[in-house]
């Protein structure tokens, strides 16, 4: 596969714009995502008030009801999705859009990146997975919004894939120079810039977009961001899925790196903690791949 020159102009803000509203046509689940968020924090919330929001798409309830009568949940016969969201629970029903969100960003290849969709949707669980770990562990952020955090943390490449494709398509990231230089060579802003604008779109947290925004220079901005820092330290541990097969693997050799020193020391993280962290990651990994079949 050739790479070809860089544009030369980056594409203009209605460009990118038209892109970003490209990927919501795909499906509601992003925006049913981010108003669930919204009700995990309202003390006044409950098992109705997910219910009714799922509900509002036929296609996403019916997925859930599809997980909640897996075996993963021990089987059953829900036929509704308030039958289901009884079942399973209000945090368990927002994991599963997050697995929705997730299998939507994967329901296409990112020809640009030379990543295959499986490959996508499985590095984006492995990086929520690994976060949700970490602020158990630590006990530094809301589990369930670190794992939404991980699952988001690349879907920046979708929006800048769908920008690419919207123009000429003809461009393909080679290896020859580093991802997020491509990106700014070629589309004028980085994935992590470009994942903040969709969050922004959905109308996710604050805390939430600038996690995304700030994954590759968490000090950035100046107040302390915890899911920034997260994603900064997975990023050192865990292998990205770009032109090759996602492989999780799982090493005591990963929990030393220096780039990491500083966080696992600031939070009380030993290399035998980290490595348990992504041995438990591995294996719910696992798990979930086996019982969806995604």
């Given at each position: 596969?050739?790479?070809?020159?860089p544009?030369?102009?980056?594409?203009?803000?209605?460009?990118?714009?038209?892109?970003?509203?490209?990927i919501?046509?795909?499906?509601?689940?992003?925006?049913?995502?981010?108003?669930a968020?919204?009700?995990?924090?309202?003390?006044?919330?409950?098992?109705?008030?997910?219910?009714?929001?799922?509900?509002?798409?036929?296609?996403?309830?019916?997925?859930?009801?599809?997980?909640?009568?897996?075996?993963?949940?021990t089987?059953?016969?829900?036929?509704?999705?308030?039958?289901?969201?009884?079942?399973?629970?209000?945090?368990?029903?927002?994991?599963?859009?997050?697995?929705?969100?997730?299998?939507?960003?994967?329901?296409?290849?990112?020809?640009?990146?030379?990543?295959?969709?499986?490959d996508?949707?499985?590095?984006?669980?492995?990086?929520?997975?690994?976060?949700?770990?970490?602020?158990?562990?630590?006990?530094?952020?809301?589990?369930?919004?670190?794992?939404?955090?991980?699952?988001?943390?690349?879907?920046?490449?979708?929006?800048?894939?769908?920008?690419?494709?919207?123009?000429?398509?003809?461009?393909?990231?080679?290896?020859?120079?580093?991802?997020?230089?491509?990106?700014?060579?070629?589309?004028?802003?980085?994935?992590?810039?470009?994942?903040?604008?969709?969050l922004?779109?959905?109308?996710?947290?604050?805390?939430?977009?600038?996690?995304?925004?700030?994954?590759?220079?968490?000090?950035?901005?100046?107040?302390?961001?915890?899911?920034?820092?997260?994603l900064?330290?997975?990023?050192?541990?865990?292998?990205?899925g770009?032109?090759?097969?996602?492989?999780?693997?799982?090493?005591?050799?990963?929990?030393?790196?220096?780039?990491?020193?500083d966080?696992?020391?600031?939070?009380?993280?030993?290399?035998?903690?980290?490595?348990?962290?992504?041995?438990?990651?591995?294996?719910?990994?696992?798990?979930?791949?086996?019982?969806?079949?995604?």
């Open positions: 596969m050739l790479s070809v020159a544009m030369t102009t980056h594409p203009t803000k209605q460009e990118f714009l038209i892109a970003l509203e490209e919501e046509k795909f499906s509601p689940a992003p925006v049913i995502l981010a108003n968020m919204k009700l995990l924090r309202d003390p006044d919330s409950d098992v109705e008030s997910i219910a009714a929001l799922v509900g509002s798409d036929l296609a996403l309830a019916a997925d859930i009801i599809r997980c909640a009568n897996s075996a993963y949940y089987g059953g016969s829900c036929q509704s999705i308030g039958e289901a969201v009884q079942k399973i629970g209000f945090k368990e029903t927002i994991r599963l859009l997050n697995l929705a969100v997730a299998r939507i960003a994967s329901s296409r290849d990112l020809g640009s990146y030379g990543i295959h969709g499986a996508f949707w499985a590095e984006s669980l492995f990086n929520g997975l690994f976060l949700q770990a970490l602020a158990k562990e630590t006990g530094e952020a809301d589990p369930d919004e670190a794992y939404t955090v991980g699952l988001l943390r690349f879907i920046g490449r979708l929006a800048i894939n769908q920008t690419i494709d919207n123009l000429r398509g003809g461009l393909f990231w080679i290896g020859n120079e580093s991802i997020t230089q491509w990106e700014q060579d070629n589309v004028g802003i980085v994935q992590a810039q470009a994942g903040a604008m969709l922004t779109k959905w109308r996710f947290s604050d805390e939430m977009i600038q996690a995304i925004g700030r994954q590759e220079a968490p000090e950035a901005g100046g107040d302390k961001n915890w899911l920034a820092e997260a900064f330290f997975a990023s050192a541990l865990l292998p990205q770009i032109g090759t097969p996602f492989i999780p693997s799982v090493g005591t050799s990963m929990t030393v790196l220096p780039v990491g020193s966080f696992m020391h600031h939070y009380s993280l030993t290399p035998e903690t980290v490595e348990k962290l992504l041995l438990n990651t591995s294996e719910e990994f696992d798990t979930i791949r086996q019982t969806f079949g995604v």
